[in-house]
């Protein structure tokens, strides 16, 4: 299936490669380059390239491109999914999934892409079994590994890799048992200039960081499970309860894991939490023009938004800016012509607003009147969708575990497009202002 997989920087140099048939000549990689000067940002690149004899899909996690070499047809998805596995691995091994980390780790690098590809088809990508193959890295192990000359590969057989529960180790002990559950909502939005929602759907994700001892059976429910589309389960949940009862039934992994991730598409359920009112106008035949942006809040639903940043890409031929800001402090980039303002937190009876003049290139023709806006900010202990953890059942074991549910609403991503300008990006939804609904 996975012929070989390169890992490409941002600056396009190939630092690690990895065959496990034939060696395939990284020449291979000038159709990812071809098509990554093509595409207007990184993440725009295309995730599967049709070369004359292969096939290449591709992922872009943490400033790498994690490159594959496919020489027959294969399932997109699955490979990208096990790219995902592999990047996961990575962040969870080293604490981070960069260059760095990788350059400093290459020995385990190489063990763990030898144990979760076997011929070329994935073989072990829990975390649970990876850990008991190969030792995780720490500084004594390191200075032992050098002086005896030993490696971090384990000398038996995990035993969870041939039970039917692989993701899940036996004989896990804890003084404290806990388990935490982090709901993390983004939302995607389309606004029209009047401020009318044309798009909005929200997706989600269920974090947990599960640590039980023995093999607790865990019944999680939730107060309003059936505005939730397009589940993605991880596999240690229990289908068919979930289809007849909307509870997510399982025995969880030992650790951190992503236990589901979904969608909510019914507008009706979308609440926004700003808005956005901006002039930004420049005269015809003139050197300067007027910058207005005012900020307010829409539905917090009780909860402060904080955290919130704006900024903005002016045009080219913007020299510089005279701003007032209301709340907070501004800074201008003459080089990159980008407009930062930091905003701080929005207090309902003062609004923040950001007013002054803007001075043009003498005898510049005159530029768009709506530069794209981007707006980041955080709510916390607030699911957008409205979902809630109703309570959390253990099976299994006779112990009482400490629980917790956080809930956070984040940054959320909306694709620019040719019909939708200028783009308002929030964090926690991204609005894009148009001209009118189309």
């Given at each position: 299936?996975?012929?070989?997989?390169?890992?490409?920087?941002?600056?396009?140099?190939?630092?690690?490669?990895?065959?496990?048939?034939?060696?395939?000549?990284?020449?291979?990689?000038?159709?990812?380059?071809?098509?990554?000067?093509?595409?207007?940002?990184?993440?725009?690149?295309?995730?599967?390239?049709?070369?004359?004899?292969?096939?290449?899909?591709?992922?872009?996690?943490?400033?790498?491109?994690?490159?594959?070499?496919?020489?027959?047809?294969?399932?997109?998805?699955?490979?990208?999914?096990?790219?995902?596995?592999?990047?996961d691995t990575f962040q969870d091994y080293f604490g981070e999934c960069s260059e760095a980390a990788i350059k400093d780790n290459v020995v385990i690098?190489?063990?763990?892409?030898?144990?979760?590809?076997?011929?070329?088809?994935?073989?072990?990508?829990?975390?649970?079994?990876?850990?008991?193959?190969?030792?995780?890295?720490?500084?004594?192990?390191?200075?032992?590994?050098?002086?005896?000359?030993?490696?971090?590969?384990?000398?038996?057989?995990?035993?969870?890799?041939?039970?039917?529960?692989?993701?899940?180790?036996?004989?896990?002990?804890?003084?404290?048992?806990?388990?935490?559950?982090?709901?993390?909502?983004?939302?995607?939005?389309?606004?029209?200039?009047?401020?009318?929602?044309?798009?909005?759907?929200?997706?989600?994700?269920?974090?947990?960081?599960?640590?039980?001892?023995?093999?607790?059976?865990?019944?999680?429910?939730?107060?309003?499970?059936?505005?939730?589309?397009?589940?993605?389960?991880?596999?240690?949940?229990?289908?068919?309860?979930?289809?007849?009862?909307?509870?997510?039934?399982?025995?969880?992994?030992?650790?951190?894991?992503?236990?589901?991730?979904?969608?909510?598409?019914?507008?009706?359920?979308?609440?926004?939490?700003?808005?956005?009112?901006?002039?930004?106008?420049?005269?015809?035949?003139?050197?300067?023009?007027?910058?207005?942006?005012?900020?307010?809040?829409?539905?917090?639903?009780?909860?402060?938004?904080?955290?919130?940043?704006?900024?903005?890409h002016m045009p080219k031929v913007v020299l510089n800016m005279n701003l007032t800001p209301t709340q907070g402090s501004y800074t201008f980039d003459?080089?990159?012509?980008?407009?930062?303002?930091?905003?701080?937190?929005?207090?309902?009876?003062?609004?923040?607003?950001?007013?002054?003049?803007?001075?043009?290139?003498s005898g510049a023709p005159k530029p768009e009147e709506n530069p794209s806006l981007n707006i980041q900010f955080k709510i916390q202990q607030l699911?957008?969708?409205?979902?809630?953890?109703?309570?959390?059942?253990?099976?299994?074991?006779?112990?009482?575990?400490?629980?917790?549910?956080?809930?956070?609403?984040?940054?959320?991503?909306?694709?620019?497009?040719?019909?939708?300008?200028?783009?308002?990006?929030?964090?926690?939804?991204?609005?894009?202002?148009?001209?009118?609904?189309?």
């Amino acid at each position: 299936m996975i012929h070989s997989l390169f890992l490409i920087n941002c600056s396009g140099d190939i630092f690690l490669e990895k065959h496990w048939k034939s060696v395939v000549s990284q020449s291979v990689c000038d159709y990812f380059f071809e098509a990554q000067e093509k595409a207007a940002d990184v993440e725009n690149v295309p995730p599967v390239i049709s070369t004359p004899h292969h096939y290449l899909i591709s992922i872009y996690r943490d400033k790498l491109f994690f490159v594959s070499v496919i020489q027959t047809e294969v399932p997109p998805l699955f490979v990208i999914e096990f790219l995902h596995r592999v990047a996961d691995t990575f962040q969870d091994y080293f604490g981070e999934c960069s260059e760095a980390a990788i350059k400093d780790n290459v020995v385990i690098v190489y063990e763990l892409l030898e144990e979760m590809l076997d011929n070329g088809f994935p073989l072990a990508t829990e975390s649970n079994i990876l850990k008991e193959l190969i030792k995780p890295p720490t500084i004594l192990r390191s200075v032992v590994n050098s002086i005896t000359g030993s490696s971090n590969v384990g000398d038996t057989l995990p035993t969870g890799q041939l039970s039917n529960i692989p993701w899940r180790r036996a004989g896990v002990k804890y003084t404290n048992n806990e388990a935490y559950f982090d709901v993390v909502e983004e939302i995607d939005a389309i606004i029209d200039k009047s401020g009318s929602t044309v798009f909005a759907e929200i997706q989600g994700v269920i974090d947990a960081c599960i640590k039980l001892s023995g093999m607790p059976d865990l019944s999680l429910s939730f107060m309003n499970p059936r505005l939730l589309d397009d589940v993605s389960f991880h596999p240690c949940i229990r289908f068919k309860r979930w289809e007849s009862e909307r509870v997510l039934s399982f025995i969880p992994p030992d650790g951190n894991f992503r236990l589901i991730s979904y969608r909510v598409s019914s507008q009706n359920l979308v609440a926004i939490p700003v808005y956005v009112k901006h002039s930004i106008s420049f005269k015809e035949n003139s050197s300067c023009g007027r910058f207005d942006i005012t900020i307010g809040p829409k539905q917090n639903m009780g909860k402060t938004i904080e955290g919130i940043t704006v900024t903005v890409h002016m045009p080219k031929v913007v020299l510089n800016m005279n701003l007032t800001p209301t709340q907070g402090s501004y800074t201008f980039d003459p080089v990159t012509k980008v407009l930062t303002w930091d905003v701080g937190k929005i207090t309902p009876q003062k609004l923040p607003s950001l007013k002054g003049l803007v001075n043009l290139q003498s005898g510049a023709p005159k530029p768009e009147e709506n530069p794209s806006l981007n707006i980041q900010f955080k709510i916390q202990q607030l699911a957008i969708s409205g979902l809630k953890v109703n309570r959390l059942d253990m099976y299994g074991e006779k112990y009482k575990p400490f629980k917790g549910v956080k809930y956070v609403t984040k940054a959320g991503k909306f694709q620019d497009s040719p019909y939708t300008h200028p783009i308002c990006a929030v964090e926690g939804y991204w609005l894009v202002l148009v001209q009118g609904a189309h």
